[in-house]
């Protein structure tokens, strides 16, 4: 890896104008592949390799070659020695790393294996558990051998710089997290950041701002995590952008946090989704408010007629659904929480209960419609009358064949769903005494011999034709002139 040696300053300035600009290096490619390394280092299995004639066949003398073999000049040193010590144009050093996975090509580095002395080999295949390699050491000649990234004090790997190596910058890191999911932190936590290695990076630049201006940057190397020390309230931006040796990721990639010294402010806009307040007793209820900057998590309560039902912990959700329940007023409440404290709480009443009031004309037309009677409020009932021939409209009653109980324009006050029938009463015919729909001289008789005591009549309304309320021989002769057309009554 070629660390960048600009200071803090030139870094910021540099940011501030482009995220997007690179860093470029002269670099000059190897002519082999990646697949040509792989091959001409199969090709020395079985042999005996001792490049400078000393100590015998080592595990450094196969590297010796393979520097020879790639066109540049090999360097000294015990296998340890090739975690730090010069590399040619272009190589780059990869620190290892959970998840990292080498090439076909790379040089193993161990800083420990069986000794102090280390190890180096040259990996032919790889991938997040194991690598093959080809290698020698005390075995004496060159063999295939495979390891766990477990097998020693593991490094990393040499990469030359293969003609078929791409020779882009490394893309934009993914997926930037916090530890534990949260964007919200108080001013006396530290926050550990993670993100995705990035294909061919070689190091990590972490930017930190705060509130629009950058406070700080730093050189991550091949770490692909940073933790921040707790600091002051305000709107954080961490930024990270990948690197090797061909330059910086264009795109860099960003996470938004917030970090609090003081309780957070009330939750603003609480509602219902459908923003009513009237519910019936078969529906869920749900509820959504404005999400509070500095708030860690949200508690809600229920209550029914002055009485908490229960408290629940929302977490980071700004929203909470009620399973139906039963009749009754209520309250909702939300406050927002984080490590300083709670909010005040913000409520939202709505009532449970709504009643279908059905009315049945009973053999008649023209009655109401249906009426919704909400639970706690009494209802007027409708003014509207059903209608039927023959008949007086009495009012309702609760049953088919039952007793008027209520009136149109009643207070109904029952939580309940109810119908109502209408209650009929046989119109009275002026007239017609003995009930056979006519009026005639039979009539007239009745109402004499009523008069005189001799007859009690079951429809005395009938009789009383001058409405004089009594039922004399005059009441008989409007009958009688009435039955021959001479009178309307």
């Known amino acids: 890896m070629i660390k960048k040696r600009a200071t803090s300053v030139v870094l910021a300035i540099l940011l501030m104008f482009s995220l997007s600009s ?97 190890h180096v080999a040259i990996v032919t295949s790889a991938d997040s558990s194991k690598m093959n390699v080809v290698e020698q050491n005390s075995h004496k000649t060159v063999r295939a051998w495979q390891y766990p990234y ?38 006396k936590e530290y926050i550990t950041f993670f993100w995705d290695a990035s294909v061919s990076a070689t190091d990590y630049w972490v930017y930190m701002w705060k509130d629009g201006q950058q406070i700080y940057v730093t050189d991550m190397g091949n770490a692909t995590s940073f933790t921040s020390a707790p600091t002051s309230k305000g709107r954080y931006t961490l930024i990270v952008r990948a690197g090797n040796s061909f330059g910086y990721s264009n795109g860099p990639a960003s996470i938004d946090f917030v970090v609090y010294d003081d309780i957070p402010d009330s939750p603003q806009n609480l509602k219902t989704i459908n923003n009513r307040t009237e519910f019936s007793t078969s529906e869920s209820i749900s509820f959504t408010w404005d999400s509070v900057s500095t708030a860690t998590n949200y508690i809600v309560s229920l209550w029914r007629n002055g009485v908490m039902l229960y408290e629940t912990d929302m977490n980071e959700t700004t929203g909470f659904t009620s399973a139906p329940i039963m009749p009754g007023k ?117 109402v004499l011999q009523a008069a005189a005591g001799m007859r009690t009549l079951a429809n005395t309304a009938a009789a009383d034709v001058n409405g004089d309320n009594q039922i004399d021989a005059v009441d008989a002769r409007w009958i009688l002139q009435a039955a021959a057309g001479m009178r309307a009554l």
Not at 153 to 175: C, H, L, Q, W
């Open 22 to 118: 690179t860093i470029t290096l002269p670099v000059f490619a190897v002519s082999a592949t990646s697949n040509d390394a792989v091959i001409w280092a199969n090709s020395q299995i079985g042999k005996g390799l001792d490049y400078d004639g000393i100590y015998g066949t080592q595990c450094v003398d196969l590297i010796k070659y393979y520097y020879a073999y790639l066109g540049v000049s090999p360097v000294q040193g015990n296998g340890c020695d090739y975690a730090t010590n010069a590399l040619p144009s272009g190589w780059s050093r990869i620190k290892y790393y959970s998840g990292f996975v080498p090439q076909p090509g790379d040089i193993a580095v161990w800083t420990y294996s069986t000794t102090a002395n280390g």
């Open 330 to 446: 209520y309250t909702f409440t939300v406050k927002a929480k984080n490590n300083y404290g709670a909010s005040n709480s913000v409520t939202f009443d709505f009532t449970v209960g709504l009643y279908t009031i059905t009315y049945s004309s009973n053999g008649g037309t023209g009655g109401p419609g249906k009426q919704t009677k909400i639970y706690g409020k009494p209802l007027i009932l409708s003014t509207i009358e059903p209608t039927k021939g023959g008949y007086n409209f009495c009012g309702w009653a609760t049953e088919p064949n039952g007793l008027v109980k209520y009136k149109p324009g009643s207070i109904y006050t029952e939580e309940r769903d109810i119908t109502l029938y209408a209650v009929w009463e046989k119109a009275t015919k002026f007239g017609d005494v003995n009930g056979d729909g006519t009026v005639d001289a039979v009539d007239a008789r009745w």
């Open 150 to 187: 477990s097998y020693g004090t593991f490094y990393g790997v040499i990469r030359p710089n293969f003609s078929d190596m791409s020779t882009d910058p490394p893309e934009a890191p993914k997926n930037i997290r916090t530890s534990n999911g949260k964007k919200v932190f108080s001013d």
